[in-house]
């Protein structure tokens, strides 16, 4: 009978050892995963927070700007043609961005705010930021129709604010839709500054507009997202040589019924020397951590004032 104890007895410890065994190696295991995210994690932050991230979004004929500051907190301006906005939400699950602190509609054109609705209807924003400029138009209706479903904050921008996201980064509005006849000349102008890099969003704000914005404010920039889509109805050469930027975004679709970028236009650009970058074939990606600008990760340039 002790025997058949004793063997009972080293079955069961034999038991136990495998079973802290395993639990041992579970422990263990969870403790080594945690730790490989933290450093994810970690790295995430020294990537992303100190930087100002301007990505602009290959979305066909249209325009989308997406904005991620150095605090983390994130802007999207326009969302191109509806096609564009399940793509644009692709894009946003792919960067893990389960929410935008703001949505900026610069005006009413389907090509600006037909991909913000699936957009806004799907991912959750804090804050719309409108032109101010109506339209009758079944895009411009839908697009009122979603903010309104989702109950989500639905603000004028005022012409001289600043949009205080984030500490650090001065972002002013140069131009709304007050008062404004064509839908173009209503688009929200967006000045970001973040210590030395500058970046110009037009919108397709005119020649006119352009004028209006360059007596008023400093309207330089290190990058400028020029208006209309290279349109010759934008980038007039004063304004271009006050802006005096380093790079120029133009967005747009190849072989658009528009034309755009027009000609002379390019001519301009060329002439000042800028380095041009479109959407056409893919997304622009900049980074600056205020002092240099890197594009689509290369080697960190200095910022030339
Ligand atoms: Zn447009």
């Not at 007596?215 to 990058?223: E, I, L, P, S």
């Amino acid at each position: 009978m002790t025997y058949v104890r004793a063997i009972f007895f080293c079955f069961v410890l034999l038991i136990c050892v495998g079973l802290s065994g395993v639990s041992y190696a579970r422990y263990d295991f969870s403790v080594h995963t945690s730790k490989i995210i933290s450093q994810e994690e970690r790295g995430h932050h020294q990537l992303f927070v100190p930087k100002l991230t301007v990505t602009f979004l290959k979305v066909g004929q249209g325009d989308a700007t997406l904005i991620v500051l150095p605090n983390g907190r994130t802007i999207l301006v326009d969302g191109g043609p509806h096609e564009a906005g399940e793509a644009i939400i692709h894009k946003l699950i792919e960067k893990r961005m389960k929410q935008l602190d703001l949505v900026v509609s610069t005006h009413p054109d389907m090509d600006h705010i037909g991909g913000l609705i699936s957009v806004i209807q799907q991912i959750p924003v804090t804050m719309v930021l409108d032109s101010g400029k109506h339209y009758y138009s079944l895009t411009y209706h839908m697009y009122v129709k979603s903010v309104r479903k989702r109950n989500i904050p639905f603000i004028y921008a005022r012409e001289g604010q600043f949009l205080p996201l984030d500490p650090n980064v001065s972002i002013q509005v140069l131009n709304n839709g007050k008062g404004k006849n064509g839908n173009n000349e209503s688009s929200i102008v967006l000045k970001i500054r973040y210590k030395k890099a500058d970046f110009l969003l037009m919108g397709d704000a005119d020649t006119k507009t352009e004028k209006n914005i360059m007596n008023t404010y400093d309207v330089h920039a290190d990058v400028l997202k020029v208006g209309h889509h290279g349109s010759y109805t934008s980038s007039g050469k004063d304004f271009l040589q006050k802006v005096n930027p380093q790079f120029v975004v133009i967005s747009y679709e190849k072989g658009n019924p528009y034309g755009h970028p027009h000609r002379s236009v390019m001519k301009r650009l060329h002439r000042y020397g800028t380095q041009i970058y479109t959407t056409a074939s893919r997304d622009i990606e900049f980074q600056t951590d205020g002092e240099s600008i890197k594009i689509q990760n290369g080697m960190p340039l200095p910022l030339l004032k």
